[in-house]
């Protein structure tokens, strides 16, 4: 059963930290992913499971199931359960648009979308949030709703099918029939509630309390009455980041009580840092992270100068002791985004039993990350404004389940 | 200086002290509401004799009788409307209804008979909100029975005469999104939960839908929310007539505009309209005698005023000999709100509420059964001459290009 936690905003210590708003581990370790699904009550991601997935799209899951990225889920039984029998489902994820610099771990959870659209043949809704940016930054109007369009390039770059998504920005779309769900959803959840799920206080702004079910309503499908007109029982998917799970598990809460079906959900852990587990991705910090904006010389640059290394200090040593895997970061980001699992196997037990040294592994990287960012850089110089215009266009989808 | 800090406005009837919100009105001991107290701890300005006449220069006619009598008696920057206008510039007008039910009285008329009297002398344009989706925050209503509400709302709303070519009447549910949804987003950005709970009174148990809700009722003061009828004209200052029970949404508004770079709306604001058992009554949709409903026959209202609380004497040497209590009387304190002719109405005054005067309650009763009645059958006859094409007229998105004229 699924109960809402309070989750202490403050980051003590004593106890981990993961919302929207913030993501912290005890003592500055790392973050305990069991006691998080523990305590917010979602399911671990099994090998089962992914072996069902594999059988259900006849091709090879992707490598974010494989290595457990995606690792945490709620419901994603019942999705495959009905799509056996031929119902589908559609997607729906989203981003908060406070900046251009997007970073590797920005694109996951758009990877990982274009996957499942791909392998199940599903549409695509995909929320910006220019409103909850512009009411937690300090961005006008305006600008938020810029940054919107901008990170829409980066998300189109991605490779979604433009004949199975709809990406709208909140400032433009909310009304009509989204709105009416959002006032549904409002109504079913109390102040006392939302403080507790979110953490929020009496001097937050009322903006803030408006905004759950902003994020809310996109699970719904009588929330796009241009797309899923006369489909109300058509679930829904979410592959989000785990920190989203609080929005959801409201969501999940108030669903019922409004006659409407319950959204899934697929989460990710968190895409660590450059400088290791206990660091933070910060768009103020350029050296924290890989932006889709950097040169090969600036990946090769930060992977060999800033990736916090598991490699010992000397080559004996490491010889000897072989790198310690658990913090090493380059072989973090390989099993991410190195597609070949036998590689990957091989590079863990050269390099962890001391044969393979950290330089090598970095180069790996480089070569890795480097093809990626520059797919990416030319898929986004090919998007024009009128393909984001198709994109966000307010149409219907004939073909979405094809 | 205007009091635009947040106070504790009880929710809980303290007989210490009167209370009124959007969502209650109760006067202290269960007496009467003390209006002079309320314009003081609002903060806001008695609307004096000079506005009155002002009006009347500015105007070139005989000011509203709502004016004349008081019902419309308390103002928020109204002498800087006036001001503008004496300047050859203009305003916009904004009132609105919650439809929470079909059964309209008389006291819902008021504020709609006030501003469409508004509308014709100052010749400016008008919005109506029907606040539909605040109805189903507060009300067990669905969506679609508020937003039906909303329509037959919007009919009596239209019998009362406003000119199609200056008045955008919309529903919420309809037209939340866009540039009014923005201005929704910035105002909730400048209030605080704590500011929210010390204006209306939220508490802990109350869903966020609440909270949300005073940015819609804002929004419509600036005229950017409107980008179809007032393009490029972020200057142009808004007047707001409502009962003084709306005053903290527009406290809050007045306070959060200046940080928004926009001008602040300015207020009129009227006083209650007393139900028919008396000023200690409450006007409610569940007790058809205590209100005159726009849908009540000749019949109906002669009845009802009949029973209607008097100030006058059961005998009538008594009544000759005291007069009756004006402060008492509900048939006269109708009459005030309602008799065109202010020396009739001081005629009645004298008469009827002095000693040695001639006239008795049945007189008053009757003068006022006739007047009511009259307003009631032009009412349902505008009413009925409103059809579904019309509603649509009012309410669809369009330019006013002769707003001004």
Not at 47 to 69: A, C, K, M, W, Y
Request: proline residues 5%; negative net charge; glycine residues 6%.
């Amino acid at each position: 059963m699924e109960v809402d936690k309070k989750d202490e905003r403050e980051a003590e210590s004593s106890e981990q930290v993961v919302n929207p708003w913030e993501v912290s581990a005890k003592d500055g370790g790392k973050i305990d992913y069991d006691k998080l699904i523990d305590k917010f009550g979602c399911q671990r991601f099994d090998e089962s499971l992914i072996d069902r997935v594999q059988r259900l799209t006849s091709r090879q899951p992707h490598v974010f199931l494989r290595r457990g990225v995606f690792f945490a889920h709620r419901d994603f039984n019942e999705i495959l359960d009905a799509y056996e029998k031929g119902d589908k489902f559609y997607l729906y994820t989203g981003r908060g648009p406070s900046s251009e610099a997007l970073h590797l771990g920005h694109l996951i959870p758009f990877m990982f979308t274009k996957y499942l659209q791909e392998a199940f043949k599903v549409p695509l809704v995909i929320q910006l949030t220019d409103d909850e940016k512009c009411m937690w930054k300090n961005l006008s109007v305006e600008e938020s709703q810029r940054l919107a369009r901008e990170n829409a390039k980066d998300i189109i770059a991605c490779g979604f099918d433009v004949t199975k998504t709809f990406i709208f920005s909140d400032f433009d779309y909310v009304g009509g029939a989204f709105y009416k769900n959002m006032v549904r959803v409002a109504k079913c959840v109390t102040l006392n509630k939302a403080m507790g799920i979110f953490g929020f206080s009496g001097e937050d702004h009322i903006g803030k309390l408006s905004f759950p079910p902003v994020q809310a309503v996109p699970s719904f499908p009588s929330s796009f009455p241009h797309l899923f007109p006369g489909k109300d029982n058509l679930r829904c998917l979410i592959p989000c980041a785990i920190d989203q799970d609080p929005y959801f598990r409201m969501t999940r809460d108030v669903a019922p009580r409004l006659g409407y079906s319950k959204p899934a959900l697929i989460e990710s852990s968190f895409f660590p840092a450059l400088q290791g587990e206990n660091g933070k991705m910060s768009a103020s910090d350029p050296n924290s992270a890989i932006y889709v904006t950097d040169t090969a010389k600036d990946i090769k640059n930060k992977i060999n100068r800033y990736a916090f290394s598991g490699g010992q200090d000397s080559v004996e040593k490491h010889r000897e002791l072989g790198a310690n895997l658990e913090v090493d970061i380059p072989v973090k980001y390989l099993s991410f985004f190195l597609e070949d699992d036998s590689e990957l196997e091989h590079i863990k037990k050269e390099y962890g039993e001391g044969r393979m040294l950290t330089g090598e592994v970095k180069k790996r990287l480089t070569e890795v990350l480097t093809e990626m960012v520059e797919r990416h850089r030319r898929a986004r110089a090919a998007v024009t404004d009128e393909m984001v215009d198709a994109f966000m266009a307010v149409r219907p989808l004939p073909s979405m389940f094809e």
